[in-house]
């Protein structure tokens, strides 16, 4: 038996349990636009992941119930896609710098951090960002990051049980379980 932890494929017969990253990146891009941003870029390169895919949906949806105009200037990745190797990509920073950053995970919003820095940007004073997963080193060098918390527990209950049901005979595929996260400020 198997069952996908954090990971799918939609053409696969057989179960998966993930993180909620569609909502999850559309309530960190509502959380923006609540502070009053209006020039959002989201950082992640499409179709490396799944996940990142669905992140990306994530914040078009709150983008545009804000009225906001989705820019593929904004799109930034943040690894090489034939890979999906972090290693090595440099992140590129749009010309018409956005005032907020929805990032598709904590590294990369840790990176967009050091690059904006770099470029003489204070964070949070003059450009925003958020990232997702809520890793326990996003406060490494005092960083404190907005996030979305990944249920890493819930998630690996819900495989498991799911897992067990499977060895004892039930072979019945579910499909894809979503387990829900919260934001961390």
């Known amino acids: 038996p198997v069952v996908y932890l954090d990971f799918y494929e939609s053409n696969a017969k057989c179960d998966s349990v993930v993180s909620d990253s569609y909502f999850g990146m559309y309530h960190m891009t509502e959380y923006l636009c609540r502070m009053g941003h209006r020039k959002i870029a989201f950082v992640g390169t499409l179709f490396a992941t799944n996940s990142i895919t669905d992140r990306y949906f994530g914040y078009c949806k709150a983008l545009t119930e804000n009225g906001i105009e989705l820019r593929k200037d904004y799109v930034i990745d943040d690894r090489f896609l034939d890979t999906g190797s972090r290693t090595g990509y440099k992140i590129k920073l749009p010309k018409d710098m956005p005032t907020a950053f929805a990032c598709n995970c904590d590294v990369t919003a840790l990176e967009i951090i050091e690059l904006l820095e770099k470029e003489g ?42 897992l067990i049901k499977k060895m004892s005979g039930d072979r019945t595929v579910k499909g894809t379980s979503v387990v829900e996260g919260k934001m961390v400020t």
């Open 121 to 162: 940007y204070k964070v949070p004073e003059d450009v925003s960002v958020v990232g997702f997963d809520n890793y326990a080193f996003s406060n490494i060098n005092n960083i404190e990051l907005t996030t979305y918390a990944v249920d890493v527990r819930g998630m690996a209950k819900r495989a498991i049980k799911n």
